[in-house]
């Protein structure tokens, strides 16, 4: 964890491997979205709460604060990020009273009440976790999500990608499905379709017979991006619109 949390130290303030943006995110834009034309406004609005998961400078909550009212909370392992952050919110009046920002790994029991939670984002971040850790932490999402709550997903694809599938094979990682990035020097997970669905979507004996963690509304996976020559130049990535059961 120290080698991690000193790398993205570093990124934050002299990025070589992040391209960072005060911009939200397209794919979470584009999630919010879906929630207004399948709901209306009953997720995003002023009485609701969401939690971002490794939140960076805190661009995707300070736009949920923004554009409908939302509070938010964001943890992540650097100082640096979370240093960003709070001085972006600064920056945008009216969203200082709603955001809280704190250094926190997203390994630790989260730091809110049961059942008190919308939104949670976890957009490229629990990749870097073992299977033990991702499940404690899913756990630990389904906690804090109210009946109904929604979890958006983001993280890197395995299916026809070149560059995951020689990494895995070059590089790999301490369990199936992880490599070891030969930049960071620390461990990541590469989901399949099929692994995502059946890692969020496992039976869940408390909730009956047939009962799962998460509905699945929609899978959105980026294009496969390629050279003229065929070889890939860069990574796919798999999105999740996920409603706790």
Known sequence: MPKRKGFWDTQYKKPTHLTLSDDPSEDLIKFTRWLLREHGRKFL???????????????????????????????????????????????????????????????????LPDASVTLVLDMMSSHVLLRAERE?????????????????????LLDEDQNAARMLKENPGPEEGMYMHPEIGVAEYVWTEENLREFFAAPDRS????????????????????HTDGSAWKRRTICAYLEKS
């Not at 009946?147 to 890197?156: A, N, T």
């Open 45 to 111: 609005n002023v009485t609701t709460l969401a939690l971002d998961l490794g939140c960076g400078n805190g661009r995707n909550l300070i736009y949920l604060a923004k554009e409908f009212g939302m509070r938010g909370v964001g943890i992540d392992t650097s100082h640096e990020a979370i240093a960003q952050a709070k001085a972006h919110v600064e920056r945008n009046p009216g969203s200082t009273q709603l955001l809280r920002f704190e250094v926190r790994s997203i390994t630790e029991p989260l730091p």
């Open 136 to 156: 404690a932490l899913c756990a630990e999402i389904l906690r804090v999500l109210k009946p109904g709550g929604w979890l958006f997903f983001k993280s890197f």
């Open 207 to 226: 909730l009956g017979e047939g009962g799962n963690h998460f509905i699945i509304h929609k899978i959105e996976k980026s294009f496969k991006h390629k």
